[in-house]
Every structure is written in structure tokens, then in C-alpha cells.
């Protein structure tokens, strides 16, 4: 798409809606990349739904006009799943927090992982709870001193990216929300994948996470993409990156396998989505069914 | 010899594992089926996989039949248990069919009742065909005998039960019948009951949750999630079973709280769509099921009552959930409820669900319990013709596109508001599970709240208008009015008769709905009946609970039962005679336990006083 078309575009994703962030918050970046990858995205708007859950970051359903669902906290993927097998024809991009996602609504990610289905998942992990003031998350460093542990996590923090890559997702990323072109990119390419992307974002939380701040990520994060030694297409050397947690933090897109959809395996709606063949036939005939009980 | 034709119960008893479930079910049962009888069929069994007492009824009548009954006229004992626990309940002039060598029974019993010992070798006549696993099939083939039933309609039955097993099954099955059967012949006089053919009108057998199948199917229902849970879980795989041949997307999910927030997913994406539980997992949807409601997005939830609270009893029966579906959610969520009575009323109910799911986007909850969801009945073919969708004020394509300013939540005089799916133009909104505006934009303003609390709730009154009122059934000016939900229905309704044979008029409310409650129309029946009863499977008597919050009345007497086991009719026949002879206390506790285990077993618990409760004797 060309840049004025796109430009054009950029406005027409925006409703009336304006967030209340806190000032420098990861979410306006995000927001601002997602607006400009949907913008980028040759796809109409009543096409796309967002689905989100409950934190700060999942009010941006609100800011975007295509379709938004604004779930339970922890519930977004499989709200997200009913969307898409509903109408596979739908882009489908889930977007929540790092507590929605790896903390109440961890066992629908780990499962959601498995099927690998054709949509993505945008975390906006800060590595704390912003809208509940600033408790301990999943992605909170081990020690994290927070008013929910005020002696220090205990828990070792988790690795979504490992997560992501060891139990199915098809393609798995990392963003950070200050490289707000690069997120950009990644979201396109999260969405053009075909199958299951998990995007994990970097974000500081500039009220709550005095770790994990601007110059915390400045001073860890490299980019894979910059390494032109590094394949996304080989598993063991994405796994060996993820797991890198240290002086060096990678960002950028960890891995990336085109292997069938759920959807692909499903017959039922190999030709015509079940909202289409609802539309087509409401006058169901049942008499084979009914022969069973005879 | 006076033989009672077409009027009989048999029951097949053993330990899991016997293949008793298939045995009765789709051999006696078809067959009777087949014949132009009507069979209703239920089976009680613990939550195992081997081991432990399993038993399976088929009630065989002329005409049509609704419940079980308490008594056995041929018990198949497969073993000692069998004998021990359902000697007690056979009848006049019954049989037991056994091949212990040494069986333990209560002579004097069989004496004082006629009942006839019919040893047949079931394991060496089995052996001999092919393999002992055909026991069943042997025993089947011996009642058969006994019955004077014919023979061949069940050579068709084996055939489509072993079809897929190969010839060689079908073919040792049908030996082992016949040998069963001729043993029988050759072996024994004639027994005090017969099964004669009858010409066969259009009829079919299913379950309850058959039923809610094929009403799910037919309504159009593309979407079914949920996660196994008895006695729901035979939905999850009938509908899967039909996965293909009706293009439905059906998903096992990882627990129930993605069952129902991925059948809301769905359906807010425009396709029909439904969840089911029993009570245990309806507990994880609930924050799901407000969700819906503040969404307003339809769904149409089944809730096959089990015992409680926690694990409960999994493979028993109760009707201890009305108030919880009635409140399930945080503050006050609108919503639907349907109880159900019978197989007619889960095909034709979940249609209508989801009609009224889709024209009031708001949930709606099929209540049933284990003995409506998995008992199996004989009516008549539904009639399809009677079917009508009706998606509400689901706008088209063509509609969405004209809206320049669309709201999802528009607030309208019936509160239901206009509603697009993704991929139409200009139908853009987001549906939120905050409070939220016309738009869907979230909002705290105290104006916004209460226009939209209000709107929501706007909807019931229409549903209530719309939804038929409850009727008498039975005698215009009976002595006593049962009252009554759900699965109940079948066992009233036997009662019925019962009591008419003796003389006694009772008629017979049934209360579908209990979301709307038909508040008005039940108190003119109260007032005009001369007596009441409410009749249901829990301890505090939900219902009755909830007709005195509605309409300040009591009824005269409470039935209540919470053994896990369903109304017998004899059971409710013989208390509701009591109350007409103003014997019975206000509130009656039926317990089943000294019919349904042996006393021995209960050394320790029987000395405890069941204060007010009624044991009836045979």
C-alpha cells in the first residue's frame, strides 16, 4: 500500500474514543503501531475484531474502528477461538496484558498454543498489574517488590517466549513498544502468518515497574534482526535466544513455521465458513439424524 | 393363566463392565421399539468404569409410557448383588432370570409373590456361541423366550448394534439369543406376562440430551464447546457424532469457563451457538454467563442437574440447581429458564431457546437433570414442518450498510437493540463487559448505568409476554394439584393414572419457565385448586420457595427427594393418597435407601433418625 493511501487510512482506524494512559505508557505505542499495521493491512475494517480482556491495555478495542470485544480478564483467547471458527474468514487479533495472558488466562494459553490456530495475540507484558495499581505479575523479575509481595516475588518470572515456542505457536515474537516501526513489522507479519502468532511486547509500566523502566530496556535489549547469523525458521537456536535472560535481552521475531491451521484440519468448514452456510441454509433437515433413534 | 400382555418391566442388573447399557438399550429396547411398543428405559450406575452395580429398566407398554417404575416383573441377575438389592421390587408373578450355581435368595418372598426362578445356563450358552461376552445377549434371548416375544425383529436389532463388528458378531449374537431363547422354551412353562407385536406408528427412541441434539441441530446450532461432564457429557459426543454430516464446529475445550466464552466468541460472531455442563462446571461459567448478559449476545447453556455441592453424586439425579441458575452472575443478569419436562420438551425447547436466545440476545438455560438428560423414551417423530427460525433484529448486510451511525446498544422501548456480526460494514462496535453506552464505549455515568440495567431487563418483560402461560393438566376439578418442574413431569403423570384407578383426581401443573415466572397465572390456579403439592428432587424445596417469593402463597404440602434417584410414580401415587386421607405430614422426604442397597450395608447409618422421612413399602 502506498504511504498516502496508508496515511489515509491511519486516520479512518481511529474512533471518537481517546485513552487515558498514564503519560508514556508502552500502550500508546502499541495502539499506534497496531493502528498503523491495520492501516497497512489491505484488510477492510468490518473484517478485523479485536479481542481483549480486562487491564489497561485491553481498553484498545475502544480506540479502533473495526470490530472489538471486550472480554473477561484472563478470557480473551477463547473468545478469540469462538470468533474465528465461527467466521475463519475474520482476522482475529487478540490483544491483553501480561496478567490476562500469563497469569488467570494461562491454561487457555497453554492450550491455545497447542491448535495452532490462524490469529494472534499481542501481550502487552509490563511485567506488572498497572490498572489494579501496580502487584506482582507472571513476568515480574524474581524479588519484584510489589504492595502484593512487599517482600520480594518468590516465583521465578516466566518466558512466554519459550512458552510460546516449545508448545505450538507458529510464530513467535518479541516487540518492544519504543521501536514502535519495528513493532509495526512484527504485527504484519503476525497477522500475514498463517497460523498461531504469539507477540510478546516490552513495555514499560512508567508508574508502577521502577525495573523494567525505558533505560532497564535500553541498556538489555538487542534486536535479533540486526544479527544476520540468526535463522527464525531454526527451532533450537530460537529456543537458545528466548532463554537468553541477562546482560542480553533479544527482541524481535524468535521463530516462524508454516505447519497446518486447526482450521485447515476441520472439513466442516473447508468451503464456507458456519456463518455463511448458517446464512445459506436455515432449514436444516434432520431425518437422517432421526433415523438413528429408530 | 391369565397372562398380562404389554404391560412390563424388565431389568438387567450387574456390575459395570457387563455391557448392561448396551445390552437393554439397544437390544430390548429396539426391539420392543421396533414391535410397536413403547419402552421407556433408564439406568442407574455409579460413577465407575468397573465394578460396582449397575441396572438398566426398560418399562415396555401398549400405549405410551413416561417413567419408570419401581417394580420388575423379570429381573436378569448377573450376579449375586443383583438378586440381593431387586428382589424386593419384583412383582406378583415375576421372574428372575440368574445362572449362579448356588444364589442366595429370599424363598419366602418368592413364595408370598408367585415369583418363578429361572435358572438358565447364560455363561455356557454364551461360551458355546462364541464367547462369553454375549451373556447379555443370551439373557436378552432366554426374556425373549419367557415373553413369548418374537424373535426375529431382534435378529435386525443385533444386526445394526454388531454391524460394524463384522459378521462373524452378528452372527454369534443371533445364535446366542436364539440359544437363550430356545432354553427358555424348552425349559420353562409359561411365565405371567407376554409381549405381543402392535402395528408401529411413527415412532422413535432417544434421550433427553438425543433430544437436545437433534433441537440443536435443527435450530441451526453450528457451535457447540464444552468439557465432558455427566450426565451433560453424552451432548458433547452426540453432537460430535454428527460433527460432519451437519457442518457443526464442535469443541472439547480445556475446562468450562472456555467452553462458554468461546461459544459467546462464536455467537457474538453471528452463528448459533451453545454450551453444556452439569452443575459443577456451570460454577466455572458464571462469570461467562454474565458476561453474555451485559453483552448481550445469545447462548443457549444446558445444565444437566447432578447431585451436589463439589463432586456430588456424578451419575445421579436431583433438581438442587433451580436457585443457583436463577442467580448465577455477579449483580442481577437477565436470562432465560427453561426446565424441560420431557424428550418432546428438550427438542422442541432448545429450538425455542435459541430462537429466544437470538430474538432477546440474552442467555437462555436448558435445566435438565441425569434422569430427563439420559433416560430414553419412545414418542413420535418430531415434526419438523413445526419449525420456524427466528434470528430477531439481526440486520442483513444490506441493512448494516445504511447505518452512518450505528449503535449496538441502542436503547429501544422493548430494551432488545438492532445487532451486526463482524465482516459487516458500518455495524463496527465493540461489545464490552464493562458498563458501557449506546455504542458499546465503556461508561460510569449513573445515567448510562441505570438506562442500560434498566434496557436489559426491559427484554424479560417482553419474553414473558411471548412465552406461553403454564396449564392444567389432567382433571378440571381434581381433589389436589401436583405442582411441579422438570423431570418430574414423567413420574406425575404415571401417578396420575395410578391415582385414577383408585378413584382419586389429580391434576397436575407444570411449571417450564421459571424465568419469567408466570407469577399471575400461577396464583389464579392456586387459588382455584383445592389442594396443592409441590413435588421436587432437593431438600428445601426450591420451587415452592420461589412461588412464595413470587406470589406470597404457600403450597399445602411438599414432596421432596434427594436421594440421587428419581420420582418413582407408585412412590408419588401412594403419598398423594395419604394427603387425600390427611395422613401425610406438610413436608414428605422420600428415601429410596432401603430398595436401592442392602440393609447390611447401611449398619452403621440406619439407626439414624430421617426425621419426617417416608420410606413406602411395596
Redesign the interface.
Known sequence: MDKTRSALRFKQVSTQELPNWCGGCGDFNILFALKGAVAELDIPLENVVLVSGIGCGSKTPHFIKTYGFEGLHGRILPVATGVKLANKDLTVIAIGGDGDGYGIGAGHLFHTLRRNFDMTYIVQNNAVYGLTKGQTSPTSEKGFKSNSTPSGALEDATNPMVLGITTGATYVARGYAYDVDHLKKLIIGAVEHKGFSLLDVFQPCTTYNKIQTVAWYKQHLKKLEDDTSFDSKNKQEALKRAMQWGETIWYGKFYQERKSTYEEGLPQIAKASLLNQMRENQNIDISPLMNKFK | MNRKINDFTWKIAGVAGDGILSAGLHMFAKTA??SGLYVFSNAEYPSLIRGGHNHLDVRVNEKEVHSHSKFVDLLVALNQDSIDYHIHKISENGGIVYDLDQPKIDMEYVKKKHINLYYIPLLKLATECGGKIMRNTVAIGASFGLLDFDVDILDSVIKDTFGKKGEVVVENNIKAARAGYDYAKEHFSTFGFKLEKRVRKN????SGN?AI??GA??A?C??Y?AYPMTPASSILSSMAS????????V?H???E???I?????????????MTGTSGGGFALMV??FG?ASI?ETPLVVVEAQRPGPGTGMATHTGQADLRFIMHASTDEAPRIIIAPGDIDECFYETIHAFNLADKYQMAVVILTDKYLGESYMTTH??N?SLVK?DRGKLLTDEQALKENDYRRYKVTADGVSSRT??????????????EHDEY???REEEIIRMAMHDKRFRKLDQVKLELKEPELVGEKNADITIIGWGSTKGPVFEAIKLLKEKGLKANYLQIKYLIPFHTEKITKIMKEAKLTVCIEGNKLGQLAGVIKEQNGMDVNYKILKYDGRPFAPEDIAKIVESILQHKAEKIIVLNGYQEAHKTSDLKDIKNINFSKMITPQN
Open positions: 421399539l421396533r415412532t422413535v427412541f432417544l438425543e441434539t437433534a441441530i435443527k441451526g453450528k457451535f464447546s454428527q460433527e460432519k454430516n451437519y457442518n457443526i464446529v469443541k475445550t480445556e475446562d469457563i472456555s467452553a466464552n468461546m461459544a459467546i466468541g462464536a455467537s457474538y460472531a453471528g452463528v448459533r451457538s462469570e461467562g458476561l453483552t417423530e418430531f419438523q427460525i456480526v463482524p465482516g459487516q460494514k458500518n455495524g463496527q462496535h465493540v461489545a464490552s463487559s464493562y458499546g464505549f465503556e
